[in-house]
Nanobody, 124 residues
Framework: VQLQASGGGLVQAGGSLRVSCVVS????????MAWFRQAPGKEDNFVAA????????SYEDSVKGRFTISREDAKNTVYLQMDGLKPEDTAVYYC??????????????????WGQGTLVTVSS
């Protein structure tokens, strides 16, 4: 299983960006896809997640109302639409997968598959 994240870049505060995560090598019909982020010198933090079955979502409080996670089953891809970006959103964003899970963990150790990360920089 491989996860390929892309779409990061430099954006001004208040702007928007969409990052993508393509899953290859396996088609998930259950389980959870999540986005985490890690700012320089800090630990990784849960951002958002979506279940493959049912499309149930979960968001970290600071991104609620600004970020939207979605999936496109035909492309085996998960997106994170980020609107109203703030400088504090600057981080490397990683996608992660936890197959065959009915709950949405918010701690990274529960996810077994990871993408390589994509850098999002928000300037003030």
């Amino acid at each position: 299983v491989q996860l390929q994240a892309s779409g990061g870049g430099l954006v001004q505060a208040g702007g928007s960006l969409r990052v993508s995560c393509v899953v290859s090598g396996r088609t998930f019909t259950s389980g959870v896809m999540a986005w985490f982020r890690q700012a320089p010198g800090k630990e990784d933090n849960f951002v958002a997640a979506i279940t493959w079955s049912g499309g149930r979502t979960s968001y970290e409080d600071s991104v609620k109302g600004r970020f939207t996670i979605s999936r496109e089953d035909a492309k085996n891809t998960v997106y994170l639409q980020m609107d109203g970006l703030k400088p504090e959103d600057t981080a490397v964003y990683y996608c992660a997968a936890r197959p065959s899970s009915r709950v949405i963990p918010v701690y990274s150790q529960y996810y077994g598959y990871w993408g390589q990360g994509t850098l999002v920089t928000v300037s003030s």
